[in-house]
C-alpha cells in the first residue's frame, strides 16, 4: 500500500459542530413526543454520536453494533459479519442509526435490512458525511451532515487503517 499523507482540511471543526447543532434541532423536532434509540455503528461514528447525542433534547438510549465486510477489503461485497451486536432488543423501539459515513450503503442496507427484521417501532438513518457518487445501492440516509466527493477522508472517528480518528476536523488523505 501506497504512503498516504493529510492534504488538506474538507471540513473545520466549528462546520461541523454547527451542522450537529442543526441536525440535533431538527432530529428533536421530529420525535418530539417519542424515546429515541441511537445506534452507533463502530468504531467510525462513535464521536459524532458523542455530540450529536449531546445535542438531542428527547430522553434516549445508545447502544453499538460492530459490523465488518465480508471479502477483499477494497472491495464491501455486502455480505456483512456482525462482530458486535446490540446489547438490548429494539423491538417497539424507535431506532436511529448513527453512521459516520455513507459510501456504497452496502454495510448500511444490511444493517437497516437486519434490524428491520427485529420489528422495531421505526427506523431512520443520520449520517456525519455521504457520498453519493459512490452509491451502489438504493439506500437514502433521513438526515445528512454533509455530502462529500468522492475523496478518503479521515478525522473525527474516520480512519486509515485506524489511524487518524482522533483528528478534531474531517481530512482528505492522499497518495505520496
Ligand atoms: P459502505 O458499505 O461502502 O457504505 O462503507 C461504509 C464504511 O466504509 C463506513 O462506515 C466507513 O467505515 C468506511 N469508509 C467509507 N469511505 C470512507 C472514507 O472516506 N474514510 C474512512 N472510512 C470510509
Ligand atoms: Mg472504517
Redesign the pocket.
Known amino acids: 500500500m501506497s504512503e498516504k499523507y493529510v492534504q488538506r482540511v474538507l471540513l473545520s471543526e466549528k462546520e461541523i459542530q454547527a451542522k450537529i447543532a442543526q441536525l440535533g434541532a431538527q432530529i428533536s423536532q421530529d420525535y418530539a413526543d417519542k424515546e429515541l434509540l441511537l445506534i452507533c455503528?463502530l468504531k467510525?461514528a462513535v464521536v459524532f454520536l458523542a455530540d450529536l447525542m449531546r445535542q438531542l433534547t428527547v430522553p434516549l438510549e445508545i447502544d453499538f453494533m460492530a459490523v465488518s465486510?465480508y471479502g477483499a477489503s477494497t472491495k464491501?461485497s455486502g455480505v456483512v459479519r456482525i462482530l458486535k451486536d446490540l446489547d438490548c432488543s429494539i423491538e417497539n423501539k424507535h431506532c436511529l442509526i448513527v453512521?459516520?459515513?455513507?459510501?456504497?450503503?452496502?454495510?448500511?442496507k444490511y444493517l437497516e435490512e437486519n434490524l428491520h427484521s427485529r420489528h422495531p417501532a421505526s427506523i431512520r438513518i443520520v449520517t456525519l458525511l455521504d457520498?453519493p457518487e459512490r452509491r451502489g445501492v438504493d439506500i437514502t440516509p433521513n438526515y445528512c451532515g454533509f455530502q462529500i466527493p468522492d475523496e478518503?477522508?479521515?478525522g473525527y472517528g474516520?480512519?486509515?487503517d485506524e489511524h487518524y480518528r482522533s483528528l478534531p476536523e474531517i481530512c482528505v488523505l492522499a497518495d505520496k
Open positions: 455503528v467510525g465486510s464491501s453512521e459516520d459515513i455513507i459510501d456504497s450503503g452496502l454495510t448500511l457520498k478518503f477522508v479521515v474516520l480512519d486509515f
